[in-house]
């Protein structure tokens, strides 16, 4: 098994700055990859974006490139998404996941989730 938690999220003005992060324990091992999503009331959970947890990799959403990093600390298990120019329309509750396979934009794929942390974005 693997546990994930989520930490970073709050209240900001639009324009403004948050860092998620995500930190993993348990089976570390079995993870390829790390994601994050978002879940905005009455939307269905979407995709942000993905770092495989070797080499680095990285994948966005088209709805938050260039303004959203994911970067990776391996040697302390930790996935953070680095929001930058955050819009009204980012809030939503942040979830981090873990895959054994690659980085994918379906929850599907995905075996384990954090708990979630809210990211509210005002205008």
């Known amino acids: 098994q693997v546990q994930l938690v989520e930490s970073g999220g709050g209240l900001v003005q639009a324009g403004g700055s948050l860092r998620l992060s995500c930190a993993a324990s348990?089976?570390?091992?079995?993870?390829?990859?790390m994601s994050w999503f978002r879940q905005a009331p009455g939307e269905e959970r979407e995709f942000v974006g993905g770092?495989?947890?070797?080499?680095?990799?990285?994948y966005y959403a088209d709805s938050v490139k260039g303004r959203f990093t994911i970067s990776r600390d391996n040697a302390k298990n930790t996935v953070y998404l680095q929001m930058n120019s955050l819009k009204p329309e980012d809030t939503a509750v942040y979830y981090c996941?873990?895959?054994?396979?690659?980085?994918?934009?379906?929850?599907?794929?995905?075996?384990?989730w954090g708990q979630g942390t809210q990211v509210t974005v005002s205008s």
């Open positions: 348990g089976r570390t091992f079995s993870i390829y990859a």
């Open positions: 770092i495989r947890w070797s080499g680095g990799s990285t």
């Open positions: 996941a873990a895959a054994r396979n690659g980085v994918s934009s379906d929850r599907e794929d995905y075996a384990y």
